[in-house]
C-alpha cells in the first residue's frame, strides 16, 4: 500500500464548478501538506501547502487538512478552463530530508 | 531568478548507453532534489544535497546511477548501461534549507529520457 493514496480521475467539470480533489495518507510522521499543479509534459508547481491540521485560503484554492482522519482536499472555486491539469497532492515528515511523497495525481479538465 | 532549469529536455538513447543530466537550481537554493516521474504516477525521491554534500539517497537510486553537485550550485544526474525501464521523466528540484522556505520546494521542466 502507498503511503499517499489519490484518486487518479480523470475528473471533468463545467466551468464555473467547485472542484474538490482528495488525498488520504497513512503515515502520522508527515506534517506538511502540498499541493502540485502539472501541465502535460512540465515539472509540478507548487500551489499551496499548509503545516498540521486546518485551512488555508489562497484566492480561489481552499486547502483543508484533517489529520485525524489523514484526509487532505484542495478546493477550486469558479473553476476556469485554465485549471485543466494534473493536480499532486504532496507530503513532508517532520523530521528527514524533507523529501516530498506524492499521490498519482488527479487529472482534471475544466469544459468551457 | 530564473527559476530551476534542467538540460536536455528530452533525451533519447539506446540501450546500454550512459547519459547525463544537468539541473541549474535557484541561485540561493542551497537543498537540489532528484525525482523520477513515470507515466500516470507522482514523482518519486531519488536523492538530495545540501550544498555540496549528498544527504540520502533512495533505494530507488541502484548502482548505476550517480548524482553530483560539486561546488554546491548546479547538479548533475548520470545513469550508466541504461535499461529500458529508466525511460521517465528525470526532475530536479530545489528549496532553501532553514525556515519555512526549506518546505518549497520548486521544480524544473524536468529531462525526459526514453531508452530505445
Known amino acids: 500500500q502507498k503511503e499517499v493514496e489519490q484518486d487518479p480521475g480523470p475528473l471533468s467539470v463545467p466551468e464555473g464548478a467547485i472542484v474538490s480533489l482528495n488525498c488520504t495518507y497513512s503515515n502520522s510522521a508527515f506534517q506538511y501538506f502540498m499541493w502540485y499543479r502539472q501541465y502535460s509534459r512540465k515539472g509540478p508547481e507548487l500551489l499551496m501547502y499548509t503545516y498540521s491540521s486546518g485551512n488555508k485560503e489562497d484566492g480561489r484554492f481552499t486547502a483543508q487538512v484533517d489529520k485525524s482522519s489523514k484526509y487532505i482536499s484542495l478546493f477550486i472555486r469558479d473553476s476556469q478552463p485554465s485549471d485543466s491539469a494534473t493536480y499532486l497532492c504532496a507530503m513532508i515528515r517532520q523530521t528527514g530530508a524533507n523529501n516530498l511523497f506524492f499521490g498519482t495525481g488527479t487529472r482534471l479538465t475544466v469544459i468551457p | ?116
Open chain 2, 1 to 116: 531568478d530564473t527559476g530551476v532549469s534542467q538540460n536536455p529536455r528530452h533525451k533519447i538513447t539506446k540501450r546500454g548507453q550512459n547519459v547525463t543530466f544537468r539541473c541549474d537550481p535557484i541561485s540561493e537554493h542551497n537543498r537540489l532534489y532528484w525525482y523520477r516521474q513515470t507515466l500516470g504516477q507522482g514523482p518519486e525521491f531519488l536523492t538530495y544535497f545540501q550544498n555540496e554534500a549528498q544527504l540520502e539517497k533512495s533505494r530507488l537510486l541502484s548502482d548505476r546511477f550517480s548524482a553530483e553537485r560539486p561546488k554546491g550550485s548546479f547538479s548533475t544526474l548520470e545513469i550508466q548501461r541504461t535499461e529500458q525501464g529508466d525511460s521517465a521523466m528525470y526532475l530536479c528540484a530545489s528549496s532553501l534549507a532553514f525556515g519555512t522556505g526549506a518546505y518549497e520546494q520548486y521544480f524544473g521542466p524536468g529531462t525526459r529520457l526514453t531508452v530505445t
